[in-house]
């Protein structure tokens, strides 16, 4: 059964930093573009950024553009999510996931064309 596996959260005060990190197991995702996504208490889960296949583009949704950086090492068949001055609005459970369609060359923000998914990870930022 194919996975996602992020790591990384935790706890941080306002403006430090965090990597989280996207591994699959059990197939490689180096042809397709992986998003994250991130779901606070009580809302919608929502786009946080994306990358596509060749690592060429991404995108980042508004709140989090200068602050967040996506990238990706497809010899390591991992994914990563470095997050800079984080404040308390970024607090929530972030998820990975994989684009549903091989060598798509923009990337989605729209949660149905995502699947598999990865089973979360916590961030919390104090003020």
């Known amino acids: 059964q194919v996975q996602l596996v992020e790591s990384g959260g935790g706890l941080v005060q306002s403006g430090e930093s965090l990597r989280l990190s996207c591994a699959p197991s059990g197939r490689t995702f180096g042809n397709y573009a992986m998003g994250w996504f991130r779901q606070a208490p009580g809302k919608e889960r929502e786009f946080v950024s994306g990358?596509?296949?060749?690592?060429?583009?991404?995108l980042y949704a508004d709140s989090v553009k200068g602050r967040f950086t996506i990238s990706r090492d497809n010899a390591k068949n991992t994914v990563y999510l470095q997050m800079n001055s984080l404040k308390p609005d970024d607090t929530a459970v972030y998820y990975c996931?994989?684009?549903?369609?091989?060598?798509?060359?923009?990337?989605?923000?729209?949660?149905?064309?995502?699947?598999?998914w990865g089973q979360g990870t916590q961030v919390t930022v104090s003020s």
């Open positions: 990358v596509i296949w060749s690592g060429g583009s991404t």
């Open positions: 996931a994989a684009d549903r369609v091989q060598f798509r060359n923009s990337v989605s923000t729209r949660l149905i064309d995502y699947n598999p």
